[in-house]
């Protein structure tokens, strides 16, 4: 049975990726998971420098999902390089760097830090709707995503993959755009901007009032966008949102992911990524699949 | 599939029964978990019903070694926990931990235990665990729990809102009234009950414990989700820690209360 | 207890409506349900002439929802006129019409027949997800938007309401500019765009591929967009999108919506729309709160 | 609220046990439907589970008026079904009907009803009530079932694909091979199989009665989701009708399988 997936030159061992930010930067999973087990991970959002991220309550339940505004809090990228870079080194796994950014220049910072540091892929975030400065800003409209993806890819070394916000109303055209401008690969998608109100205090449940909506909930939204998405761009494309078992990642796949990624499943369990890769084999098994490949975009 | 990894653990609710108006004491056989169990640590426990994905952290309220029981006890605060308490016993849960740091224990001494509601359960495994003198102030809106448990090992004194039983107020009036201003201060209980607490032993120039809550993503580390402010020399004089694997105990000092 | 709400110069008796689509024209719920005692029914939509909608399967499930591709069949404004009228009018309750159409012509048509009709108000369907031929367009766009409002405020006698589509990058331009065209208030939101892959028999679920969500699992997305809107406009809101509870109607309520509307539940629980007044009623009674107003945009 | 208004009924599950491999029967005490029950009728079963909302509609197996026992057979087809042949007798259930319109019984004559696999149970009522001369003509991938239950009101052909049991084939190859082209048909069983007895009655020069499945949103017509293609007289030449109050019971005749 063959498994691996090759983006953008990079061989990934299997499709099974991690959902930036669900992960951070795998140490807490080590008890849980073999990480060389995993096709990537990739890491929480890394910045120019520290970010503090947003205050407390950070998170909500939601029917099906949760909202989260962590707001990136990060430790930068040269405490990046120096500790987490040579900890995931020690697994057999691709390194896959979520590029946090309030602008162009910050975005270029980090990837520019990075040219020297031993990661595979980066992937940058222009689509976190937990950053008020821009950060989203880049990620709704086509012509902004094509400049910043542009901007970056120039000043990066690794392949770059930009991951799109699905608060839009034609993912489509952003996904050519970026496609346009230079991305080795698309993922998708990020978290729906929602809310949630807490009667009984009168008040909005997070601190930061909004944030990113995840988790099963969502799947049908991401699901549709990697499949419209897909039909119209040649990039390969990571498929995430509300993947929690081997099914759902096939679904993704048959829409057009060529890899996933699980985000807010490794939350819940932290033996996700294990479970989700063993349902895709078990998948394949059953039907006698024999290259992971000929599931990506069967579905007309 | 890899058996030597750690894994949501499926067990037996042992019992699950009401100890006071809206509070649960739940048992469960969890020879991991008791093993490996400090005061102060807690455990994720998982629903059923799909809808709702994330964990319901709680206390370790006592781990007994010889039978391998753990012991939880909690309040009904919302649907989560409502439906937790409708779990019958022979039913199985799923449940994770234990999680975070737990109390720093100091041999001998005296110590002083404050809580309040369900910020009691911690303290019984810790009154068992330490040696020396040791005193527990519990408050208690009203109805009160886990006094009789914590009679074994300790002094108690109880304050509750309404004055039912016990002292007419709160913890720190208690502490004031009693004079307990000497040892070691452990603490759970309500933010205004830690506020005020923090201010207390500044005052009273103790070092204390306290053991905080925050909303979870996932209970041990890997969302960032669930942190508190901390003092630190940075350029903003404050960052976050994370309650789950940072806390949920921290020096008072370094605590700032939003 | 002052629950009764007034928009437009109508007045409901409460603020508990029914979501279009998800309760025909009544007549399955008056078994269940009294319909003296809602607010108003939101009927199905309604079209110029009768329409057969899409191909089977047209429902499917989703976590903590479900997509629907059912294309707004429905047996014409003639026959709508005809039957349905003097059915609902049996009972004390508001009729609001959803109005579907392909062009501003057909809309037209459907409002100029009601003209005579004993309805109380007018929803324009600008959001439907299922119709290929201009329903979306018209929901997505700022100022597609503000055209078919503008001719469609013109040709209609009752007060008009227009629901908008949660498909977009920013809500609160589109709801400005419903504003700006004359509205007399936004029912908000429609349906997110999703799908579904049946991954062993390798295609989609529904027939028409894609659906709209429904149901808990949207209910932040809904929540988060009223208040975006409402801080902006000054029109009365109805917020509907995954309201199972009294607290979650009391949530739209404390966002910013004058009103609500119960949608998908009224298909998992008949009885749903009068769970969710009692709860409302309820959470009036524990707080003591007199005036449903008093908890009308309470958010920050 | 209003007690005079129909409502989901919670009830206690009597028992839920499998009968064959994957298939499982449930008993429940529900007046209300025992009552109003008519033959082909189905009711809504709802999950605990809040994540999964819409109803399974499962078709009514059997009534008894004496002990208001209704008795449902269905199979574990996916999540939702599995889930609930996990649910223990004692626990309890929500459920709600009957919905739909049911067979329409004919007075003597012959009866000639056709089931496959699920599509059996609607088939054991539907016997029970009938008189006259019932022929049963009942086909399943391998293991059988209800076949005793039938046999009581009725003589039983048995087919299997897998040839197991009774005819190696299906259902039209028993109705064939034992020549019987005669009396009332009654059917129900999936797709495939209602699509070639249509052929089957056309050509037999028969009246049919075919009990449609489709996916449904709410199970009592406000969702317009479950529709079945029907010929009609207006220009597109067919029309859309809702399997669960116009049938599911459909002349064989109107019905356009795609
Ligand atoms: C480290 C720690 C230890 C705890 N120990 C105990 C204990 O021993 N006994 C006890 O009764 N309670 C304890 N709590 C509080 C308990 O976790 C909450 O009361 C419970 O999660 C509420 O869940 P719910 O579904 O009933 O409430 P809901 O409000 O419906 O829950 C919605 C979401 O908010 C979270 N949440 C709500 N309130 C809290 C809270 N106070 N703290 C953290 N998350 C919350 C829930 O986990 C859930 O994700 C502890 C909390 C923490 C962080
Ligand atoms: C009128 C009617 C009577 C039925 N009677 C019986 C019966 O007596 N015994 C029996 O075993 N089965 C019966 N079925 C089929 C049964 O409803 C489905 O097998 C069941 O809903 C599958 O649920 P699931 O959660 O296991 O599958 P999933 O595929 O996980 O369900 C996902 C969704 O699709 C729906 N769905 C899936 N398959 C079907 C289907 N074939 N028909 C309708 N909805 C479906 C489910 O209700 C659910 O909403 C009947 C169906 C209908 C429409
Ligand atoms: C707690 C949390 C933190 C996240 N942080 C990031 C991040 O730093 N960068 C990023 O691109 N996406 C981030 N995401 C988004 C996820 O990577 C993912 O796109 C999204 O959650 C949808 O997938 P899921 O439903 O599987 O979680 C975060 C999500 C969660 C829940
Ligand atoms: C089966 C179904 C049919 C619908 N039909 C219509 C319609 O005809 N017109 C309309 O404006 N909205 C329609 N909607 C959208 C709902 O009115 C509502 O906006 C949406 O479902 C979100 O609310 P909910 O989560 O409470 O269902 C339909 C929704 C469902 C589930
Ligand atoms: S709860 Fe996830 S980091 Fe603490
Ligand atoms: S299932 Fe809703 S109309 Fe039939």
Known sequence: MKLSVSIAGVEFKNPVFTGSGTFNSGREFVEFVDLSKIGAVVVKGVANKPWLGNPSPRIAETYGGMLNSVGLQNLGVDHFIKEDVPFLRRYDTKIVVNLAGKTIEEYCEVADKLRYADVDMLELN????????????????????????????????????????????????????????????????????????????????????????????IKPVGIRMVYQAAKEVGIPIIGLGGIMTGEDAIEYLMAGASAIAVGTANLVNPSATMEVLQGIIDYMNLYGVTDIKDLVGVIA | MCNHYKEKITTKILSNKTIADNVYEMQLTVPSIVKEARAGQFVNLYLKDESKLLPRPISICEVDIQTNILTLVYAVFGEGTRIISGYMAGSDIQIMGPFGNGYELTEGGTHLLVGGG?????????????????????????????????????????????????????????????????????????????????????????????????????????????????????????????????????????????
Chains 1, 3 share one sequence.
């Open chain 2, 118 to 258: 369900v910020g009691t359960p911690p303290l019984v495994e810790l009154a068992k665990r330490l040696s020396g003198e040791i005193i527990v102030v519990v408050g208690f809106k009203s109805e009160t729990y886990l006094v009789e448990e914590l009679k074994k090992y300790a002094t108690v004194y109880v304050a509750t809102d309404d004055g039912s039983t016990g002292f007419h107020g709160t913890v720190v009036d208690v502490l004031d009234a009693h004079n307990l201003r000497t040892g070691k201060v452990y603490a759970c209980g309500p933010k205004p009950m830690l506020k005020a607490l923090q201010n207390w032993v500044e005052e009273s120039q103790l070092e204390a414990q306290l053991s905080l809550e925050e909303r979870m993503g996932c209970g041990f580390g890997a969302c960032v989700g669930c942190v508190v402010k901390v003092i630190s020399d940075n350029e903003a004089g404050y960052d976050y820690k994370k309650v789950c694997v940072d806390g949920p105990v921290f020096n008072s000092k370094e605590v700032i209360f939003s």
């Open chain 1, 126 to 217: 222009i689509s976190c709707p937990n950053v008020k400065e821009g950060g989203v800003a880049f990620g709704v409209n086509a012509e902004m995503a094509a400049l910043v993806t542009r901007e970056v890819k120039a000043c990066s070394k690794q392949p770059l993959l930009v991951k799109l916000s699905p608060n839009v109303t034609d993912i489509v055209s952003i996904a050519k755009a970026v496609e346009a401008a230079g991305a080795d690969g698309l993922t998708m998608i990020n978290t729906l901007i929602g809310m949630k109100i807490d009667v009984h205090k009168r008040k909005p449940v997070l601190a930061n009032k909004m944030g990113g909506l995840s988790g099963p909930a």
